[in-house]
């Protein structure tokens, strides 16, 4: 036996007043809005009265705090799964864009020259490897129910993608894949397939800023 469905959820707005790049930096929490967020995507998982009986989340303190509210509902632990965390890369720390923003200096360009690959950190075939495998393994860590996995929108994204047979290289500013998402998955045979795509924060998005991820 294994997992009925898995649901991919995607941590809220990070109190990220600087509004740099944070990726695996520590200590970036939820904002306040973040928080309802998460209680947001927690409230739909309940709403939808599926079984959900594991709880997996990055070691990230975002997803952490996001997983919180889903760990309430369900009366759950949160386990952690290293391969579900955000991909490292060269611009952590840094403001992208305006006025000395990482893009205008030319020290920076040279992390810029394969967008494809990417060049500015972990390839996108890895990013997509190391989270199949581990839906993959929650899919075959409990006998019956769901399982949700709090994670980041960029490896979510290449799910999407890979599970769509679509090119892994892709315009960031059109991922579908908001704060507080959840993209939820069932197998068909052996694979995993997608069955749905649900924004419960959405109402909160027009407040919400979302400059921190890769």
Known sequence: MVASQVHLVRHGEVFNPERVLY?????????????RMAEAAAADLVERGRPVVRLIASPLQR???????????FGLPIDIDERIIEPANRFEGKRMGGTGGAL?????????????????GEPFT?????????????FHS??????????????????????????????????????????????RGALPVEVGYANPAGPLLVQATDVGAV
């Open 142 to 187: 409990v006998d019956d129910g769901d399982v949700v996995l709090v994670s980041h929108q960029l490896p979510i994204w290449m799910v999407h993608r890979t599970l769509a047979h679509e090119r892994l290289a892709h315009d960031p500013r059109k991922r579908r894949c908001d704060l507080s998402s959840i993209t939820t998955l069932s197998l």
């Open 104 to 120: 205008r200096d030319p020290r920076n360009w040279p992390s810029l020259m394969n967008p494809a690959r990417p060049s500015w």
């Open 63 to 73: 997803t952490q705090d996001s997983a919180a509210p889903i760990m309430a509902a």
């Open 23 to 35: 990726g695996r930096l520590p200590g970036f929490r939820l904002s306040e809005l973040g928080a």
């Open 126 to 138: 890895s990013i997509s490897a190391r989270m199949l495998a581990a839906i993959d393994d929650a």
